[in-house]
């Protein structure tokens, strides 16, 4: 299989088939997609992609009660190599700021007490709980198994008429103070403004989805026929086959094959030998990829073995593809 990196639009990232994830993240929490009162928001910065070879350059929560912030921090982490330009670019974190800034192994106990067995709540939050997760275990700190809430999910549920779904993009439709600038603050508290106007806009009844967790039980492929009878024939599902497996985070699979349909893709309940794509939810994807197979991913390598062209990908690279995310 070949090296892939799926970076979301807010330069977090969702990987694949990289030699890096060998582990399962067996003990990692549920995702949830409810309204809570107490939680701690969070948001790593960080000097790559990579939970397993990348390093935690900076982390900021805020914590929550009854809908009102009680406490806040914000740590600089020293990571063991030189940071990368294009990190220091991005999020304005100087080597310099980091000369006097604890380790990973000093800051990390720190940052677990003040996390404590809360729900986490962050914007594309798998990203930073892969990064939790990966460095506790390094530091036999035991598994980060908190639950999560992703706040960009919320979004494209509650604001389907946005096009694209960048935090920056969310809060300025929500017209929320904060501004975000990639540091890790900054971030954390206009994800907690935006959780907290999509919540508040739920419960005055201004939204059309309340609390309804959408499902794709009873979903049949075949059922699934265009909205359209032009095409975009440079989109590359263009007169594709499209299977998806695992459970996926921002459509259904009903919605997520309507989206293939209308792109003139053809989406198919099983892998066959005519399948081109196999998307596999990203909450799946390594447990898919590493762990126990689904039966459509043995299928998929089987029909490769004998030659056949299947790519499989995960649900955030079918989202480029499809134009939801942008590189």
Do not use: W
């Not at 939050?125 to 809430?149: C, H, M, P, R, W």
């Not at 005519?274 to 039966?295: A, C, F, H, P, Q």
């Amino acid at each position: 299989m070949p090296h892939l990196i799926t970076i979301d639009e807010d330069g977090k990232v969702v990987e694949s088939l990289d030699r890096a994830e060998k582990t399962v993240r067996a003990a990692k929490g549920k995702s949830l997609f409810e309204f809570i009162s107490n939680y701690t928001v969070l948001d790593l910065e960080t000097t790559g992609f990579s939970p397993s070879d990348d390093e935690i350059i900076e982390f900021a929560g805020i914590k929550v009660r009854d809908d009102k912030v009680v406490d806040t921090c914000n740590v600089l982490i020293k990571p063991s190599s030189e940071l990368d330009g294009y990190i220091s670019d991005l999020t304005g974190i100087s080597e310099e700021m980091l000369i006097d800034a604890p380790s990973i192994e000093q800051a990390l106990p720190q940052i677990l007490d003040f996390i404590g067995k809360d729900i986490v709540i962050g914007y594309n939050i798998s990203f930073d709980v892969n990064f939790l997760y990966e460095n506790t275990e390094k530091l036999s700190l035991g598994a980060f198994d908190n639950d999560y809430l992703d706040v960009r999910r919320l979004a494209r549920e509650l604001l389907p008429d946005m096009s694209r779904y960048k935090l920056k993009d969310v809060a300025k439709k929500l017209e929320v103070i904060s501004k975000p600038s990639h540091r890790a603050m900054s971030d954390t508290k206009a994800t907690l403004e935006c959780y907290q106007k999509l919540k508040l806009g739920c419960n005055n009844g201004d939204y059309a989805f309340l609390h309804k967790i959408k499902t794709s039980k009873g979903f049949d492929a075949k059922d699934i026929t265009p909205e359209t009878n032009v095409f975009d024939e440079s989109n590359p599902l263009f007169e594709k086959y499209v299977v998806f497996t695992g459970k996926l985070e921002l459509h259904t699979r009903a919605e997520a094959a309507q989206i293939v349909a209308n792109l003139g893709g053809i989406c198919e309940n099983t892998v066959t030998k005519n399948t081109d794509y196999l998307v596999i939810g990203d909450m799946d994807y390594t447990g898919n990829v590493v762990g126990e197979k689904s039966s459509k991913l043995i299928k998929a390598e089987a029909y490769i073995a004998k030659g056949r062209n299947i790519s499989i990908i995960s649900e955030t690279t079918f989202y480029k593809m499809i134009g939801e995310i942008k590189e």
